[in-house]
């Protein structure tokens, strides 16, 4: 293992020349900061559109056939700004000139335009620092389901080879198997910054972003929510997919893999120490880590007499889903009835085709859809050895009268699962909230 960090930073620590000077003090106190990844320009106020947003907005008017100047100014000014702000004599002006020519007269791909958010990013980087730009296409090679070809990690490692030199390479992009330039999903810089911290055996991946760590929940819905020093691998995914938004949860594997620790820290207060993700710790300090949650979920129930002696209906109905490319959260049964949570959007645009599915292939007595459905996870590995834990929570919701509807904990006992109507969202977590911390 190497003794270099990787330094992943987001849309707002690189939204302005002011920031790129801060990227440049952070890196400058601590030497081991050697890989720089970064993500596109982001919003300077509320008001302004993402500069992602504006390069997808060109490529659509531009397929169109419709004039996209006016989106296209926006994107040039920004980076124009920066440029001229820090100085330095670059050819971005030029990049993107024939760029715009090309999405004129030819057909340019969706994932290419988007990508030049990171890529001009990451190319005004490197100079101001006088590192070493590297690009992620086509070295970050990975197939549909975004699973990293072995190949890639052995690529970087040897493109990244110099200990001292300092590199700035751009995230959320690389090559799918076929040699054509992908996008990995919105935030996929923080894969890119875990993959390249996996490839470079780095001692640690800091992920440099607008708040100082993770809050135990949403400081939107708890005011004045905890800070989470210190969080196991297994407890972020949980977090991260169940709505806690501060990291892409696909980002820790490639950490976990080689017991990398990441970092979560803020570039606007860069002493703050932040949150720690890494290995299941032996102790915890409390129950609960954290609790995070999402809404518009839709609760689809199945009733069937006799149906714990049909051989593989529940597969049989998850087999239906996938054939119509819907994916499902929990699936908690009965003896004769079974529950399938899924996105609300997703059930409803296949509502009636669904429905047709089972109704003729299954052949229920029962089947009915349940919308405004939300899910909260409440995670913590101090939660495995501390009897009475469930009963506190919905003690908490009880007294509330929070009306729980479905109820979920796997036999890992670090999350408990609840369903609540959309209406009771915020009440739920701020009970819980209040009951452990």
Same mark, same amino acid.
């Given at each position: 293992m190497?003794?270099?960090i990787?330094?992943?930073?987001?849309?707002?620590?690189?939204?302005?020349?002011?920031?790129?000077? @801060?990227? @440049?003090?952070?890196?400058?106190?601590?030497? %081991?900061r050697? &890989?720089?990844?970064?993500s596109?320009?982001?919003?300077?106020?509320p008001?302004?559109?993402?500069l992602?947003?504006?390069?997808?907005?060109?490529?659509?008017?531009?397929?169109?056939?419709?004039?996209f100047?006016?989106?296209? @100014?926006?994107?040039?000014?920004?980076?124009?700004?920066?440029?001229?702000?820090?100085s330095?004599?670059?050819t971005? #002006?030029?990049?993107?000139?024939?760029l $715009? $020519?090309?999405m004129?007269?030819s057909?340019?791909?969706?994932?290419?335009?988007?990508?030049?958010?990171e890529?001009?990013c990451?190319k005004?980087?490197?100079?101001?620092?006088?590192?070493?730009?590297?690009?992620?296409?086509?070295?970050?090679?990975?197939?549909?389901?975004?699973?990293?070809?072995?190949?890639s990690?052995?690529?970087l490692?040897?493109a990244? #080879?110099?200990?001292?030199?300092?590199?700035?390479?751009?995230?959320?992009?690389g090559?799918?198997?076929?040699?054509?330039?992908?996008?990995?999903s919105?935030?996929? #810089?923080?894969?890119?910054g875990?993959?390249?911290?996996?490839?470079?055996?780095?001692?640690?991946? $800091?992920?440099?972003?607008?708040?100082?760590?993770?809050?135990?929940?949403?400081p939107?819905?708890?005011?004045?929510?905890?800070? &989470?020093?210190?969080?196991?691998?297994?407890?972020?995914?949980?977090?991260?997919?169940?709505?806690?938004?501060?990291?892409?949860?696909?980002?820790?594997t490639?950490?976990?893999?080689?017991?990398?620790?990441?970092?979560?820290?803020?570039?606007?207060s860069p002493?703050?120490?932040g949150?720690?993700?890494g290995p299941?710790? %032996?102790?915890?300090?409390?129950?609960?880590?954290?609790?995070?949650?999402?809404k518009?979920?839709s609760?689809?129930? &199945?009733?069937?007499?006799?149906?714990?002696?049909?051989?593989g209906f529940?597969?049989?109905?998850?087999?239906?889903?996938?054939?119509l490319g819907?994916?499902?959260?929990?699936?908690?049964?009965?003896?004769?009835?079974?529950?399938?949570?899924?996105?609300?959007?997703?059930?409803?645009?296949l509502?009636?085709?669904?429905?047709?599915?089972?109704?003729?292939?299954?052949?229920?007595?029962? &089947?009915?859809?349940?919308d405004?459905?939300?899910?909260i996870?409440t995670?913590g590995h101090?939660?495995?050895?501390?009897?009475?834990?469930?009963?506190?929570?919905?003690?908490a919701l009880?007294?509330?009268?929070v009306?729980?509807?479905?109820?979920?904990?796997?036999?890992?006992?670090?999350?408990?699962?609840?369903?609540?109507?959309d209406?009771?969202?915020?009440?739920?977590?701020?009970?819980?909230?209040?009951?452990?911390?």
């Amino acid at each position: 293992m190497s003794n270099r960090i990787v330094c992943k930073f987001g849309g707002s620590s690189v939204a302005d020349a002011a920031q790129f000077r @801060k990227i @440049k003090s952070i890196l400058e106190s601590n030497p %081991e900061r050697k &890989i720089v990844v970064v993500s596109a320009p982001g919003k300077r106020n509320p008001q302004e559109t993402k500069l992602t947003d504006l390069l997808y907005s060109a490529h659509d008017l531009a397929k169109q056939k419709s004039n996209f100047s006016e989106p296209w @100014k926006l994107i040039k000014e920004r980076f124009v700004e920066i440029t001229q702000e820090l100085s330095i004599k670059s050819t971005i #002006s030029e990049e993107l000139d024939k760029l $715009e $020519e090309s999405m004129r007269t030819s057909e340019v791909s969706v994932d290419f335009v988007a990508s030049r958010g990171e890529y001009l990013c990451a190319k005004i980087m490197a100079e101001f620092l006088g590192a070493k730009f590297i690009d992620a296409y086509p070295i970050i090679k990975f197939d549909d389901q975004y699973r990293v070809a072995q190949q890639s990690f052995e690529d970087l490692n040897a493109a990244l #080879s110099d200990l001292n030199a300092l590199y700035v390479v751009p995230g959320f992009y690389g090559s799918d198997m076929q040699g054509n330039l992908k996008t990995f999903s919105r935030g996929g #810089s923080d894969i890119s910054g875990s993959i390249l911290a996996n490839a470079c055996d780095c001692i640690m991946y $800091e992920n440099w972003t607008d708040v100082s760590g993770l809050l135990m929940a949403d400081p939107r819905i708890v005011k004045g929510a905890l800070s &989470i020093s210190y969080v196991s691998y297994r407890e972020i995914r949980e977090l991260a997919y169940s709505g806690a938004n501060v990291l892409h949860d696909e980002a820790i594997t490639p950490c976990r893999a080689k017991n990398i620790p990441i970092n979560i820290k803020n570039t606007n207060s860069p002493e703050d120490k932040g949150t720690i993700i890494g290995p299941t710790p %032996e102790r915890t300090e409390r129950t609960i880590t954290g609790i995070a949650g999402r809404k518009e979920f839709s609760m689809l129930y &199945i009733e069937k007499s006799m149906m714990n002696k049909e051989k593989g209906f529940g597969r049989r109905v998850l087999a239906i889903l996938e054939d119509l490319g819907v994916s499902y959260e929990v699936s908690p049964c009965g003896i004769d009835s079974m529950n399938v949570v899924v996105d609300s959007k997703s059930l409803h645009k296949l509502e009636p085709k669904i429905i047709a599915e089972i109704e003729q292939k299954m052949q229920p007595n029962k &089947i009915k859809i349940f919308d405004n459905l939300a899910l909260i996870t409440t995670v913590g590995h101090g939660m495995v050895n501390q009897i009475g834990t469930a009963a506190r929570l919905f003690n908490a919701l009880a007294k509330e009268k929070v009306n729980v509807r479905i109820i979920d904990q796997g036999s890992s006992e670090i999350n408990i699962i609840i369903g609540v109507n959309d209406g009771d969202f915020e009440k739920a977590i701020t009970a819980i909230y209040k009951e452990f911390v």
